[in-house]
């Protein structure tokens, strides 16, 4: 029922609706207020930044979005759908994805098996008793997507002896299963070496145009190279929004947040 | 109180109109069609009684289980055996001292001593895993159940209190008139209402001590987040052990409570340890008030399960478990 | 062990499924079939027919327990209302009661009924986390002992159902103690080799996922709740199979079968064997049949009261949960590790 929904979703919504829509979106934590009424529109096929010092609201604003807490206040919408009130897994199932900051990997299984969980997921053989055949599909898309992020090698290797910027890796192949929509990147670059960092950019500019996406980006270089948009938080609150070399050239941003440690 | 008013206002005018309902019964003379439809009032007071006053028993039982439980996530199965081991302790002093009262205090230190050993000789050392922990009170349960069976064998053992108070005691509840004119009032077992206005006194000691005192602060501040308590610096281990030696102590004095109101016999230890689970289900994991309130719902509902339905009696407590599960898995009182 | 792995040898020459079976289990199995030829008949029906169908319930507690997280005490509960239902629907020497069906309507109605309330239990105990599951399971396993013993109507109270005999199949008395002995290995072999093949399904798979992080599995779209309730419903299959063949090696069942004892007793002997293998079920109830037989001899041997097998059980359960919590299994790999770093031998703990 959800998959029939999700398609003519789709059909209806591709084109006209914004991707992502959020209208008034706070979030209290007590009396703290992690989220103030956010305003924010992605178009599809968007690739935009979310820039803002520690305990801005970036990581809140991703949670909100998936589900993983219901905001206090505020209406989110997917491709033109209210899904304010969804359980995380309906708007996963929507086409909805994204990647944690502190890897979030079952570090006990292999690392295709951790993909084939991910295209498991979005599948309709999530209840399944069967074992996967030799030719079976989804084991297929896992093994695609272990390319697409360079991971052949370890392909059988358990997660919990990749290295750092492998599980990083694993993480966005995780998020790329069953043809995203729409994916939000919590910090995927943080703790890469420059190589990894280059390889990142990368695996990101090669995905397919349609596929929108938000990243939380510190490192400036590296968000204006995979985003054409760029949005500032701080405090809870969207402080500035527009093309890159506007927020780069703006002399408040630049006073709070470039001013220090660009480069 | 007015907050819950302002959010349900139709589930408090319910309540308001049930509690009136309720005084009118207990008060009242009743009228034939009344005692035509559910029999006479004195079954009817009877049951209200006993109800009220076995919750004051599951509610001495119970709050350790809950305390314990929401301090220390130890889902302690063992309780029903400090229950136990708390009655045969008590009619143990009981009979050898010739002094009632006395079983009260040696019940709590020795229950209460015993829970400190369990405390720091076995929970302890596997703090931080709950699974672990429960098993381990299951294998405690399971052992002191054949230990006290060989010890005290299976006979049924009845702590009688003394003398001034075994007689029944009139009270001022009318349960009828004699064709005369003449009110007929209530008489009531003395020690009964006694070991109930105890348990009063117990659960409000336990309330001012919870919120009025910085120990019961720090506990509450456990209870709410355990990560808290550590980060504040508290000796938390200390903490810990005073909690369960008090929640075993309680269980142990319910024991001797259990064993002047009914008796103690091998067996009694299974039925209060699932007593005390199904009031902290209801009531809420960790509350004390909650504690009280399920006590009172689950005594009522065993007493005039009883008189009413008797077949279905036990039926009836756990489907309120069931319900309060079903449409409020935290528990009436509990939190999120 | 994974499902998606592909080894480079088997990618070469892809090897058959007789090959890839380890000799020992080829050893076990064959002790087991040929087991009848020289073992008495007490052995077979009382020693091994109790291990298997034990075996069967504890398989399905430690279905839940190890691969779902979710330590439930009503599975001899749902094993119980499978024996009651088998009783109720086919036929016993209750005949006031019993309907008499023909057993290829009885048998699967007795499962499904099972499985329903297999279902319900968990959708109630899934609300709640973690350890609260096993208090509200407890509850439940009270209330159905409760119930059966004060309902006449249908469970006839205290003394429950005798005379609830197998059906008598292809001309076999399937009570006769070696029919007996297959009719329960068949059972526990298939439920083993299904719970150790959906352990690398999709659904045991997620079912893992769910037990070791929750919040990620939503985030890929799993609906962990479901997940969870669709456990219990698996676990019930598996406990009602045990509970019918439990029945009828009794040729009764009555409130005391789904009391509290043999409700921990599963508890115990899924613990002692070892949660993290399907075959630990299977070695806890073959310990625990064995205390239980011949402890009372033993005891009255050195000196004490038989009745102390409680005791005992209680004792040993203490130990293995203090020393070893993944049970006789865990001890089993601790020994094997040992073992594996013997300087002379040179070679890893791992076994063929």
């Known amino acids: 029922m959800t998959e029939a929904a999700t398609v003519s979703d789709r059909l209806s919504a591709t084109g006209t609706a914004n991707a992502l829509e959020l209208r008034g979106v706070s979030k209290l934590f007590g009396a703290l207020a992690a989220l103030e009424d956010i305003d924010l529109t992605v178009r599809p096929g968007e690739r935009r930044a979310v820039l803002g010092s520690n305990g801005a609201g970036k990581t809140t604003l991703f949670n909100c979005v998936t589900g993983d807490f219901l905001p206090t206040r505020g209406t989110i919408r997917f491709f033109g759908e209210d899904i304010s009130a969804f359980p995380p897994h309906e708007r996963i199932r929507r086409g909805l994805r994204r990647t944690y900051q502190i890897s979030l990997l079952f570090t006990g299984l292999s690392v295709l098996d951790n993909v084939y969980l991910a295209c498991v997921g979005v599948s309709r053989s999530r209840f399944s008793f069967l074992r996967p055949r030799r030719d079976d599909a989804l084991v297929a898309s896992a093994e695609d997507l272990v390319h697409v992020v360079h991971l052949d090698d370890a392909r059988d290797t358990r997660v919990a002896n990749l290295s750092y910027g492998q599980q990083r890796q694993l993480e966005i192949a995780m998020a790329l299963a069953g043809a995203p929509r729409f994916i939000l990147f919590d910090e995927p670059a943080a703790g890469l070496s420059p190589t990894e960092r280059r390889e990142l950019v990368e695996i990101l500019n090669g995905l397919p145009d349609h596929m929108g996406y938000i990243i939380i980006e510190h490192d400036m270089d590296v968000a204006l190279r995979v985003a054409e948009s760029v949005t500032m938080m701080h405090n809870g609150r969207i402080f500035k929004q527009g093309k890159p070399a506007e927020i780069e050239q703006d002399p408040e941003v630049q006073a709070l947040y470039l001013g220090g440690g660009h480069g | 109180?007015?907050?819950?008013?302002?959010?349900?206002?139709?589930?408090?005018?319910?309540?308001?109109?049930?509690?009136?309902?309720?005084?009118?019964?207990?008060?009242?003379?009743?009228?034939?069609?009344?005692?035509?439809?559910?029999?006479?009032?004195?079954?009817?007071?009877?049951?209200?009684?006993?109800?009220?006053?076995?919750?004051?028993?599951?509610?001495?039982?119970?709050?350790?289980?809950?305390?314990?439980?929401?301090?220390?996530?130890?889902?302690?199965?063992?309780?029903?055996?400090?229950?136990?081991?708390?009655?045969?302790?008590?009619?143990?002093?009981?009979?050898?001292?010739?002094?009632?009262?006395?079983?009260?205090?040696?019940?709590?230190?020795?229950?209460?001593?015993?829970?400190?050993?369990?405390?720091?000789?076995?929970?302890?050392?596997?703090?931080?895993?709950?699974?672990?922990?429960?098993?381990?009170?299951?294998?405690?349960?399971?052992?002191?159940?054949?230990?006290?069976?060989?010890?005290?064998?299976?006979?049924?053992?009845?702590?009688?209190?003394?003398?001034?108070?075994?007689?029944?005691?009139?009270?001022?509840?009318?349960?009828?008139?004699?064709?005369?004119?003449?009110?007929?009032?209530?008489?009531?077992?003395?020690?009964?209402?006694?070991?109930?206005?105890?348990?009063?006194?117990?659960?409000?000691?336990?309330?001012?001590?919870?919120?009025?005192?910085?120990?019961?602060?720090?506990?509450?501040?456990?209870?709410?987040?355990?990560?808290?308590?550590?980060?504040?610096?508290?000796?938390?281990?200390?903490?810990?052990?005073?909690?369960?030696?008090?929640?075993?102590?309680?269980?142990?004095?319910?024991?001797?409570?259990?064993?002047?109101?009914?008796?103690?016999?091998?067996?009694?230890?299974?039925?209060?340890?699932?007593?005390?689970?199904?009031?902290?289900?209801?009531?809420?994991?960790?509350?004390?008030?909650?504690?009280?309130?399920?006590?009172?719902?689950?005594?009522?509902?065993?007493?005039?399960?009883?008189v009413y339905f008797p077949t279905y009696a036990v039926v009836l407590t756990f489907l309120i478990m069931v319900a309060v599960l079903a449409f409020r898995p935290q528990g009436l009182m509990g939190r999120n | 062990m994974a499902v998606t792995e592909r080894d480079p040898a088997r990618d070469a020459r892809p090897l058959s499924w007789i090959e890839r079976i380890p000799g020992r289990y080829w050893l076990i199995g064959a002790a087991l079939l040929v087991m009848p030829v020289f073992a008495s008949d007490f052995v077979l029906f009382q020693i091994f027919g109790w291990t298997f169908i034990l075996g069967i319930i504890a398989l399905s507690l430690m279905f839940l327990g190890g691969y779902g997280g979710m330590v439930s005490l009503a599975q001899m509960t749902v094993a119980g209302l499978a024996g009651y239902m088998v009783a109720i629907f086919g036929e016993s020497a209750i005949s006031a009661i019993s309907l008499n069906w023909p057993w290829y309507i009885a048998i699967p109605l007795a499962l499904a009924i099972a499985v329903l309330f297999g279902t319900l239990t968990g959708w109630l105990a899934v609300?709640?986390?973690?350890?609260?599951?096993?208090?509200?399971?407890?509850?439940?396993?009270?209330?159905?002992?409760?119930?059966?013993?004060?309902?006449?109507?249908?469970?006839?109270?205290?003394?429950?159902?005798?005379?609830?005999?197998?059906?008598?199949?292809?001309?076999?008395?399937?009570?006769?103690?070696?029919?007996?002995?297959?009719?329960?290995?068949?059972?526990?072999?298939?439920?083993?080799?299904?719970?150790?093949?959906?352990?690398?399904?999709?659904?045991?798979?997620?079912?893992?996922?769910?037990?070791?992080?929750?919040?990620?599995?939503?985030?890929?779209?799993?609906?962990?709740?479901?997940?969870?309730?669709?456990?219990?419903?698996?676990?019930?299959?598996?406990?009602?199979?045990?509970?019918?063949?439990?029945?009828?090696?009794?040729?009764?069942?009555?409130?005391?079968?789904?009391?509290?004892?043999?409700?921990?007793?599963?508890?115990?002997?899924?613990?002692?064997?070892?949660?993290?293998?399907?075959?630990?079920?299977?070695?806890?109830?073959?310990?625990?049949?064995?205390?239980?037989?011949?402890?009372?001899?033993?005891?009255?041997?050195?000196?004490?009261?038989?009745?102390?097998?409680?005791?005992?059980?209680?004792?040993?359960?203490?130990?293995?949960?203090?020393?070893?919590?993944d049970g006789i299994l865990g001890l089993w790999d601790r020994w094997r590790e040992s073992r594996g770093k013997d300087p002379l031998l040179d070679r890893g703990g791992e076994g063929p």
Request: charged share 10%.
């Open chain 2, 1 to 306: 109180m007015r907050a819950f008013a302002d959010r349900h206002p139709f589930w408090s005018l319910v309540i308001l109109v049930l509690a009136a309902v309720l005084l009118w019964m207990i008060f009242a003379i009743w009228p034939d069609w009344l005692e035509d439809l559910i029999g006479r009032k004195k079954v009817f007071l009877n049951a209200l009684f006993n109800g009220i006053t076995l919750g004051g028993l599951y509610f001495l039982v119970a709050s350790g289980f809950t305390l314990i439980f929401g301090l220390m996530r130890n889902v302690n199965l063992a309780h029903g055996s400090l229950y136990l081991l708390g009655g045969y302790l008590g009619y143990v002093t009981a009979d050898v001292t010739g002094y009632w009262l006395l079983a009260f205090p040696v019940s709590f230190i020795l229950v209460g001593a015993f829970g400190i050993l369990l405390q720091i000789f076995v929970f302890r050392r596997m703090e931080g895993q709950d699974l672990r922990q429960t098993l381990v009170t299951i294998g405690i349960s399971i052992v002191m159940a054949d230990l006290m069976l060989w010890i005290w064998g299976g006979d049924f053992y009845n702590i009688s209190p003394p003398e001034w108070l075994s007689g029944p005691m009139s009270t001022f509840f009318v349960t009828g008139a004699k064709s005369s004119g003449e009110l007929v009032y209530m008489k009531y077992p003395m020690v009964r209402i006694v070991i109930f206005a105890a348990s009063v006194v117990v659960g409000v000691g336990m309330w001012l001590l919870l919120n009025r005192t910085r120990i019961g602060m720090l506990i509450r501040a456990g209870v709410d987040d355990r990560d808290m308590l550590s980060a504040t610096g508290a000796r938390i281990q200390l903490v810990f052990v005073a909690v369960f030696a008090f929640g075993a102590g309680l269980a142990g004095v319910a024991g001797v409570v259990g064993g002047t109101f009914q008796s103690i016999a091998p067996g009694e230890d299974v039925r209060f340890l699932l007593a005390s689970l199904v009031v902290v289900i209801v009531g809420g994991m960790g509350s004390i008030q909650g504690a009280a309130l399920g006590a009172l719902i689950i005594g009522m509902a065993e007493q005039f399960g009883s």
């Open chain 3, 127 to 325: 609300r709640t986390d973690g350890i609260y599951t096993i208090m509200i399971t407890l509850a439940i396993a009270a209330a159905f002992f409760y119930f059966v013993r004060q309902n006449y109507v249908m469970f006839n109270g205290f003394s429950g159902f005798n005379g609830v005999l197998p059906p008598d199949l292809f001309g076999v008395d399937w009570r006769g103690p070696k029919a007996f002995y297959y009719l329960t290995l068949f059972w526990a072999v298939i439920c083993y080799l299904a719970v150790l093949y959906i352990s690398r399904a999709p659904f045991g798979l997620a079912l893992q996922g769910v037990r070791d992080n929750q919040r990620r599995m939503s985030a890929l779209g799993y609906n962990a709740t479901a997940h969870r309730v669709a456990a219990y419903a698996f676990a019930a299959v598996l406990a009602g199979i045990g509970g019918i063949l439990l029945t009828w090696q009794s040729a009764q069942v009555s409130p005391g079968t789904a009391g509290i004892g043999p409700a921990i007793d599963v508890l115990v002997i899924a613990v002692i064997g070892g949660m993290r293998h399907p075959v630990g079920a299977f070695i806890g109830a073959f310990v625990y049949v064995i205390l239980k037989t011949f402890a009372l001899d033993a005891l009255v041997a050195v000196g004490l009261a038989g009745e102390r097998f409680q005791l005992l059980i209680g004792l040993g359960f203490l130990v293995i949960v203090f020393w070893s919590p």
